[in-house]
């Protein structure tokens, strides 16, 4: 965790809505909002000026959307913490946004303290997920059928089972989806910590279960 308060830049096209997410944030003393961005390309120039601890971004933006913003800053700045705020939580959202390097990912409509604590917890090099989002990762990653969609992957890389206990290991993960073997231990981490289960295995029946 960084010393003072977690500086934070906030990425969405909808001024109400960045006007809402500045009010909850005003609220909470180890975080200070520096700046604002309505769309990609806007949030890049931002993070170059003020060299935030974590962008929190919307997917769907004018021009440059927010995976292809993602990918950018974190090719200038690796250990920057970015966390989604996003209505989409369809499978290719999230997914383009994890290998895009995204160390969180929530939907609109999390509570005050729920956003709070994502913001410091990627702000601490965790990962971290709603509890819906937490469930639709250990369904695709823990379940043979349906595939993953990775478009960009040949047929024989997809349907890849990390969260099964005979699935592969991280680092045949990390190379599969082009992430580092740390963002795929932390994904890995935060979905069996927000499942509340210990392994790889009842991630995968509690996540079906759950459907």
Known sequence: MTAGPVRVVLADDHPMYRYGVAAVLATAAEIELVGEASDGAGLIALVAAERPDVVLTDLAMPGLDGVSACRELLARQPDLGVLVLTMHADDESLVSALRAGARGYLVKGADKAELIRAILAVADGQAVYGAVVARRIAELFGSARPPLPFPGLPPRERGVRPLRADGPRNSEIAR?????????????????????????TAAAIKARGAR
Request: no cysteine; charged share 25%; net charge positive.
């Open 176 to 200: 599969q989806l082009g992430m580092t073997d740390k963002t795929v231990r932390n994904h890995v981490s935060a979905i069996l910590m927000k499942l509340q289960v210990t392994d790889r």
